[in-house]
C-alpha cells in the first residue's frame, strides 16, 4: 500500500510523491510492509552512519528515558550529556572545546552565527554582526539559516522575511575553474567591502553538500581562507551538519586541509538517525569570554542538551570508533568513486564524478562537450531517482546546481558500515537508473 498526500491526515514536504510504509531497518537496508528490500543508498539523506536496528543505541536510550527522559538544561546536567562532552573534546579538534547541544543542522547553524555576533562582542567589537557566505551553499531552513544559506529556490519565498548577508562565490570548478587563491580572494574582498571592523564571521560547508553535491575546493583554498579570517579578526564557522563524523574518510572535513576552524557545526550523522542531535563546538577560551564578558549565552533552545539525545550520540561515537568507521568511509570510498568512474566516466549525459570517503555526486548534463544542463521541467533527476528506488535503491538528489534553477546531481552517501559488494551493487543499480532515465 502507498500512502500520499492528500490521503490520510500527515502533510508531507514533497506532496506528490506516494510513499511505502516502511516496516524496519537492518544495516544498510529498508524494508517495507510488504517485504521489498530497498539498499539505503543515501543514508537517510546522510544520517544513518552506523546503520539501521543498532540496539546498542536503542537500549541507551531506553535506559536513559527510564531514569530521566527530559530535564531543562537551565536547571540540570545528566550523566550521559557530561560523558558525551568529554569523548567528544578527544576528537574535535579545537583547543579546550567547549559543546552547545540542539537538535538539528538548522538549529546549530542558528546558534553559531550567534555565537560568532556574541564572542566578537565579549571581545570589545561590538560593530562586528556581518556574517559573510557562499552562493550555493545550504545551511538550513530557519530564517537565519536560510540568510546565509545561498540555494535561490529554497530563499526566493523568504527574502522580504530575512535578513541576508553578502555572499561569495563556492568552489565550483567543474563549471568554474577558479584558483584557490582566486576563490579564497573574493573573501578578502567581501571582508574589505563591508568593512572588517563590521564583519563577525565567515561561514562555509568544506565540501559543498547538497547544493551543488559533494564538489570540494582547490587543496590550497581552505588554508588561504584561514589565514584571511585571522588577518582581519573574522571568525571561521565550519558546517560539517553533512560531512562530519567520518562521512568524508575523515573525522572533520576540514582535517583534509590541516585546517581549525573557530566554531565547528554537526548534526546529521550525530546520534545516527536514532535521536534528533546537533552541536555547537567552541573554543573554550572563547566560551570562557562570553561568560565572563557577557554572563549568559543569548541563545536557547527547549529540547536543547537533551540527555537521552546524548545518550545515543555517546554510543553512535563509540560506534564510530570502535567498529574504525571513519576509515572504513575512506577505504570504501575510494572503491565507490573507481566503479562510479568505471561504470558512468563515459557515459554521454553524466559530466562531472566527484567526491570523497562516502559522499559521492554525478552530474547530469545534455551535452558533456558544453556542460548544458537539463531544463528543471523536464525532471530528469527525478526519473533517475524514481528508476533507482523502483530497483531498491534509495539514493539523494539535487536540482539548481548550474544556475540556481537548472542542473541535476545524484548522490550516494550510505552508512559508513557499508562494505565491498554492497558498494558495487548501488552503482551498479544508479548506473542502471542512469542509462534508464537518461535514454
Known sequence: ?????????????????????????????????????????????????VG???????????????????????????????????ALAEIVPLPEPRFYFLSSGSEVVEGAIKLARQIQMARGEERRHIILSRWNS??????????????????????????????????????????????????????????EENVAAFIAEPFSGASLGATQPPDDYWPRIRAICDRYGVLLISDEVLVGLGRTGRMWALEHWATIPDILVTSKGTA????????????????????????????????????VGAAAGLVTLRILRDEHLVENSANMGRLMGDELRAALAEHPHVGDIRGRGLFWGVELVQDRQTKQPYPKKQGVVHRVTDRAFEMGLIA???????????????????????????????VALLAEAIQDACR
Not at 506532496?15 to 539498499?39: F, T, V
Not at 546498542?56 to 538544561?73: D, G, S
Not at 523568504?158 to 555572499?167: A, K, N, Q, S, T
Not at 541535476?408 to 552508512?415: A, R, Y
Open 272 to 307: 545516527g538517525g536514532y535521536f534528533p542531535l546537533g552541536f555547537i563546538a567552541a573554543k573554550g577560551a572563547d566560551v570562557e569570554q562570553v561568560r565572563a564578558a557577557l554572563g549568559d549565552f543569548n541563545h536557547g533552545g527547549t529540547f536543547s542538551h537533551h540527555a
Open 1 to 49: 500500500m502507498l500512502y500520499s498526500h492528500p490521503q490520510g491526515n500527515v502533510f508531507y514536504r514533497n506532496m506528490n510523491h506516494a510513499r511505502p510504509m516502511i516496516a524496519y531497518g537492518q544495516g544498510i537496508y529498508l524494508y517495507d510492509e510488504s517485504g521489498k528490500r530497498y539498499i539505503d543508498g543515501s543514508g537517510g539523506p546522510l544520517v544513518v552512519n
Open 52 to 86: 539501521h536496528g543498532r540496539e546498542e543505541i536503542v537500549a541507551a536510550m531506553a535506559q536513559q528515558a527510564q531514569r530521566a527522559a527530559y530535564v531543562h538544561a537551565t536547571m540540570f546536567t545528566s550523566e550521559p550529556l557530561e560523558q558525551y562532552a568529554a
Open 138 to 195: 545550504y545551511h538550513g531552513m530557519t530564517l537565519g539559516a536560510l540568510a546565509v544559506s545561498g540555494r535561490p529556490g529554497l530563499r526566493s519565498p523568504y527574502l522580504d522575511m530575512i535578513h541576508d548577508v553578502p555572499h561569495i562565490p563556492t568552489p565550483y570548478t567543474y563549471r568554474f575553474p577558479m584558483t584557490g587563491e582566486e576563490l579564497a580572494g573574493r573573501l578578502e574582498e567581501a571582508i574589505l567591502a563591508h568593512g
Open 396 to 426: 539523494y538528489h539535487s536540482v539548481g546546481c548550474a544556475d540556481g534553477v537548472n542542473g541535476d546531481v545524484v548522490m550516494l552517501g550510505p552508512p559508513l558500515i557499508v562494505n565491498k559488494a554492497q558498494v558495487q551493487e548501488m
